[in-house]
């Protein structure tokens, strides 16, 4: 098979020129690096490809190797570089920053953590307008809990199977991915629910996402009616009904799961889930790590495009443009409910922090990344549908503006992930024909862009 797919498909590989000329590496010899990363950096910090790459230098979509190679990076360092590498506007905010104030901490007031504060929440409405900064996104969700918790004054969280909220013990429980769970006590408290995946569920049709692209599956449901929909709604209900009290602290999700391979759920399921959740007496919680800051091209948050409101958001990755940030926004209420006691986070919100933060939000706007996200994106999307349809081992391409999955399978029919063998072999001829994308899935099927 692999002879075959290699046989029709050009891998000459012709790239956008580019006039950025990179600095020469002056730092140790490859060999070296290899040596230290294998006796001094954890062994858990895995790393990509047969042979790692030891990049150099990143400008915009681009990046430079120790020899110079240049790459188009369609992974974005974990769907985290969002308005491109070593942005000016934002380095130049950032140097000047470092000259005047890198740290106080936010128990004196500075300019920027104000300004910030202001120019993010403005951008969500109303009653999301309190804001709690952190320095990841596991720390965000964790945070995040420990509010519905207190809020609420409930235990039970609900979150999708093939989640990912973060590797700290308390996200762990509802991260929802076997290949992140350790053997340790977790999750205590924590409820997964069926994953409302259209394509790899058991229920799915020809009209479910919300997405330039559908499923090959067919289906015969009517205008405005969605049989996957209702289907996974009543299993929605069996959880609630089975798994956790008559009263719940709330329900996670991602608008589009991630790190899972860009998941999407029928367009009403989260909105009629937020409704059952509040009944419940539990909050809603939207993960915007990955969905946030236009990406999705048509909104400028993922729960936008479900037509929700959630009660407590949190964002990271994209929010400072690789620089270590997160954030929670909630309502008053809740936020209140977190200063009863003592609670604090010596880097969150720092001068530096809140800096880049508002270079990324004005590098957004002035550069129109949410409109190109939808152009962009868009593109992708239909030309990945035509690869879908030439060959059978494309099964799935799906997802919005500039977060998309393509899942690899041995055939359509079975819908079988395709064997590690040949989707590395597929993986590793990108890189070295210059693209750098990324990989997720329960079986690291699903190319991410």
Avoid at 57 to 72: A, K, N, S, V
Avoid at 318 to 333: D, F, L, R, S, W
Avoid at 396 to 403: H, I, N, P, Y
Wanted: hydrophobic letters at 35%.
């Amino acid at each position: 098979r692999q002879q075959k797919w290699k046989s029709s498909v050009s891998t000459q590989p012709t790239m956008p020129p580019c006039d950025f000329v990179p600095e020469e590496y002056k730092s140790y010899p490859y060999e070296r690096m290899q040596k230290i990363r294998e006796q001094n950096i954890s062994p858990s910090l895995r790393m990509y490809y047969k042979k790692p790459l030891l990049l150099h230098q990143g400008h915009m979509q681009w990046l430079f190797d120790y020899e110079g190679q240049r790459y188009l990076d369609l992974f974005a360092g974990i769907v985290t570089v969002s308005v491109g590498h070593c942005h000016p506007k934002v380095t130049m905010a950032t140097q000047k920053q470092l000259s005047r104030l890198w740290h106080t901490t936010n128990i004196y007031m500075h300019p920027s953590i104000q300004e910030y504060a202001e120019k993010l929440t403005s951008l969500l409405p109303d009653p999301l307008k309190v804001v709690y900064l952190t320095n990841s996104g596991s720390e965000a969700n964790d945070l995040a809990m420990f509010m519905a918790r207190l809020y609420t004054r409930n235990f039970d969280i609900i979150s999708f199977r093939g989640a990912y909220h973060g590797g700290s013990p308390y996200t762990l429980g509802l991260t929802s991915i076997g290949l992140y769970k350790h053997g340790v006590a977790n999750g205590f408290g924590c409820s997964t629910t069926i994953l409302p995946d259209v394509f790899r569920g058991p229920w799915g049709g020809s009209h479910c996402r919300d997405s330039p692209v559908q499923t090959v599956r067919k289906c015969s449901c009517s205008e405005g009616a969605c049989h996957a929909n209702n289907q996974y709604i009543e299993q929605f209900k069996d959880t609630l009904n089975t798994s956790v009290p008559k009263t719940i602290a709330g329900f996670i999700a991602e608008p589009i799961q991630g790190v899972n391979g860009a998941v999407q759920y029928p367009r009403s399921f989260l909105k009629e889930a937020y409704q059952l959740v509040r009944e419940r007496g539990g909050v809603c919680i939207s993960d915007e790590v990955q969905t946030g800051f236009g990406r999705t091209g048509s909104h400028f948050w993922g729960f936008q495009t479900h037509d929700v409101v959630p009660d407590i958001v949190t964002l990271a990755k994209g929010i400072g443009n690789g620089y270590p940030m997160a954030a929670v926004v909630t309502t008053k209420e809740i936020a209140s409910s977190l200063a009863q006691n003592l609670h604090f986070n010596t880097f969150g919100g720092s001068p530096l922090a809140c800096v880049v933060g508002a270079a990324v939000l004005d590098a957004i706007e002035e550069d129109g990344l949410q409109k190109n996200s939808e152009d962009v994106g868009t593109y992708m999307l239909l030309e990945l549908a035509k690869l879908r349809d030439k060959f059978e081992i494309v099964g799935d391409v799906r997802g919005k503006g500039l977060m998309i999955g393509v899942e690899m399978v041995t055939d359509k029919d079975s819908r079988q992930p395709l064997p590690a063998e040949e989707i590395n072999q597929i993986w590793e001829d990108c890189k070295d024909m210059g693209v750098l994308i990324g990989r997720g899935g329960l079986y690291s099927q699903v190319l991410n862009l």
